[in-house]
């Protein structure tokens, strides 16, 4: 993970395309949800199973194992994002392959994995469209559901059209045909496939992937050899607990009821089946997950990575996901990258929410990413990661905030200052950081809260 | 390998602190009267068809005596010239002579070039579920995964004996199986044509999947 945290209102196209895209996004899942017969008892069922699954990791991993290679899979375990690439790219190795189809993974952009393999000679292609685009445009995913939701149609087109050197097209259906021509080639020279994993159930064995587009059925269908990368967290015990996940996530992702395929693998082509990998590779991927799994930010690994809340937060909307500076951003990714990168790396993180609670209350597994963040920003102070004048501004908040008369007298100050004009339009970068530079304050109430309590107390007759 | 797993799996042991009591290790119930969405005694052929044709299917009821003039219809009226058709199934065989030259079974035989110059596939699905207007296509013996991914259109027999009400009767289908019988290697629950929304949010069907969808509900 690299980058730099840099949080900036969005200039003017990008604003607009991440404002309209996570506002409509938001309004489809809750009406999605408005559907369902208790959501609440659902979402609250989801968390329990999660939670249960992570404290009894160990014996659902054992399990998960078992029944993997029962059903002629190969598992191999990862402890950090380097030993990850190691294999995929051992694997490509010994079997001689040479072209990679990529599904959707956010885990295989944690570790770096496309320009592992690239190192190691191999063409590799992005699948899910809106991947392909940001790898032609040598550009980052800014969502974790929809990679382009920074790009605009005409973006889109230009990079597209120049790519496959074809006369400009704005039409969203005609941009779509041309990339599905020019992935069909790749589909079929194909010889690895490399895919994500939704959910991964223990009882059995099996591999649980959601796409829309298909890409992520051709990535697992087609090569002779399919390697899917899994985080430990994405395992759940039964059959059965996929009916509640999948009844949660495209609700929360999309609003649909369900994605349009949902894939079911439980190894490798069967005896007598006419398609279907010949070898099936698994890779488990701690890298920090266990320390999370024993900390006090067990919680943030029931995710699901459906991006409901990135689409309920103001801070997203207005800034955009490239300003996380990292694979994960968004409400999740401000515990997850500090979580799994290094809370100095990402210590602005935590900071970056005004604490509004629609990540919670979009959350299908209940995770309580307000509660998480206070108490990271608490860590944030003890390992004394904030900047020197954030610290003396926080002192002298702390001295005027714990002393009424300190505290009377500030606001005079301050309504003085304000009174009269429009507030204070502008704030200076030199004054507030960048996070809050430009913004406004606006002009004082003409009466203040305190004052019209003391009137009504005095009224009651009770000063 | 083996070394590397045992160590991870001790420390997810250590991290999870799973030395829980007894009560602690068994999941939770998946309470059907929260999960469940769609009554045991729904009408399932009505919900099925509405559900399908949200999800942009085009779904219909069609009797079992006129399965194949409506695979007819649908070949003339496509003017599909290449068919591809379920090998598990004898749909090849029993269609109408003038189709012979334009069917083909999607056996061992088939090579590339027409599974990717197809007009059209037929497939046979296992399943139904009424409340996403999702049909279930297994992989097994016999069988090509990938049948009902790369032609452009895909029409599907489904019986209506095969319909469920809810996504909570399928995995329970599957999970009272996995005692017995083994899971298929391969199972795709289909809703709809393939899509995206990728750029500005404009729906577009048809990307790396069929673009169009029919379902027979067969009675």
Not at chain 1, 129 to 155: A, C, N, W
Not at chain 2, 35 to 46: G, I, S, T
Not at chain 2, 180 to 193: A, D, F, K, L
Request: glycine share 10%; aromatic share 4%.
């Amino acid at each position: 993970m690299s980058g730099r945290v840099a949080f900036r209102v969005a200039d003017g196209p990008l604003y607009e395309a991440v404002r309209r895209a996570t506002l409509h996004k938001n309004s489809d899942r809750q009406a999605s949800f408005t559907v369902l017969k208790d959501a609440d008892a659902l979402r609250r069922l989801a968390a329990q199973i999660k939670q249960h699954t992570l404290e009894n990791l160990d014996r659902y991993l054992s399990q998960f194992v078992d029944r993997l290679e029962a059903a002629g899979g190969h598992v191999h375990f990862a402890d950090t994002a380097e030993r990850a690439r190691e294999i995929v790219v051992g694997i490509a190795g010994q079997n001689g392959l040479r072209v990679c189809a990529k599904a959707k993974s956010m885990t295989s952009e944690e570790i770096g994995l496309t320009e592992a393999l690239q190192a190691a000679g191999m063409e590799v292609v992005e699948t899910d469209l809106g991947e392909f685009i940001v790898q032609i445009d040598r550009d980052r995913p800014s969502h974790i559901v929809t990679p382009i939701i920074h790009k605009t149609r005409r973006q889109v087109a230009e990079s597209l059209c120049r790519f496959l050197r074809v006369p400009h097209t704005e039409d969203a259906g005609e941009l779509t045909q041309l990339a599905r021509v020019h992935l069909r080639d790749v589909f079929r020279r194909a010889d690895l496939g490399v895919s994500g994993v939704n959910f991964a159930v223990a009882h059995t064995g099996t591999l649980c992937v959601c796409t829309n587009e298909g890409n992520g059925r051709m990535v697992v269908t087609r090569p002779k050899v399919h390697v899917a990368l899994m985080g430990i967290e994405k395992l759940v015990p039964r059959m059965i607990d996929l009916a509640v996940f999948l009844k949660l996530l495209a609700r929360s992702s999309t609003g649909q009821p369900l994605t349009v395929y949902t894939t079911l693998i439980t190894g490798p082509r069967q005896a007598g089946e006419l398609d279907g990998p010949e070898q099936l590779h698994v890779i488990i991927l701690d890298r920090g997950r266990t320390e999370i799994l024993g900390g006090d930010y067990r919680e943030t690994l029931r995710c699901i990575r459906c991006g409901a809340c990135l689409n309920a937060c103001p801070v997203y909307r207005t800034v955009g996901g490239h300003a996380y500076g990292s694979v994960y951003p968004g409400p999740i990714g401000q515990l997850v990258s500090p979580l799994l990168g290094g809370l100095a790396h990402y210590h602005e993180l935590p900071h970056a929410s005004s604490l509004c609670g629609a990540c919670l209350e979009a959350c299908p597994v209940q995770i309580d990413i307000p509660k998480l963040l206070v108490r990271m920003r608490a860590e944030t102070v003890r390992q004394n990661l904030l900047s020197r004048r954030k610290r003396l501004l926080m002192r002298l908040v702390l001295a005027v905030l714990a002393r009424p008369r300190f505290y009377r007298a500030a606001q005079r100050l301050l309504r003085w200052l304000l009174g009269g004009g429009a507030g204070w339009r502008g704030l200076p970068e030199s004054l507030v950081g960048s996070g809050f530079a430009g913004r406004h304050l606006p002009t004082p109430a003409d009466r203040s809260f305190r004052a019209i309590w003391r009137e009504e107390l005095a009224h009651e007759g009770r000063v | 390998m083996k070394a590397e797993f045992e160590a991870l799996r001790e420390r997810v042991r250590r991290a999870a602190g799973s030395m829980l009591p007894a009560a602690g290790r068994t999941p939770p119930p998946v309470a059907e009267a929260i999960v469940r969405q769609v009554p045991r005694d729904a009408e399932l052929v009505d919900l099925f068809c509405r559900q399908a044709r949200l999800a942009g299917a085009d779904a219909q009821v069609v009797p079992r005596g006129a399965l194949l003039d409506w695979l007819s219809a649908l070949m003339d009226r496509l003017e599909a010239g290449k068919v591809l058709i379920d090998p598990a199934t004898s749909m090849a065989a029993e269609l109408p002579d003038r189709f012979a030259s334009r069917t083909h079974a999607a056996g061992p035989e088939l090579d590339d070039e027409l599974m990717f110059a197809a007009d059209l596939a037929i497939v046979s699905a296992v399943a139904g579920v009424a409340e996403t207007g999702s049909i279930v296509c297994s992989g097994g013996a016999g069988r090509r995964r990938s049948l009902s991914l790369i032609p452009p259109r895909l029409a599907a027999v489904l019986h209506a004996s095969r319909l469920v009400p809810d996504l909570f009767d399928l995995f329970a289908g599957l999970e009272a199986g996995e005692r017995g019988i083994t899971v298929p290697g391969n199972i795709n629950i289909i809703t709809g044509p393939s899509h995206t929304a990728d750029i500005e949010g404009v729906l577009v069907t048809g990307v790396h999947g069929p673009g169009q969808v029919w379902v027979a509900v067969v009675t």
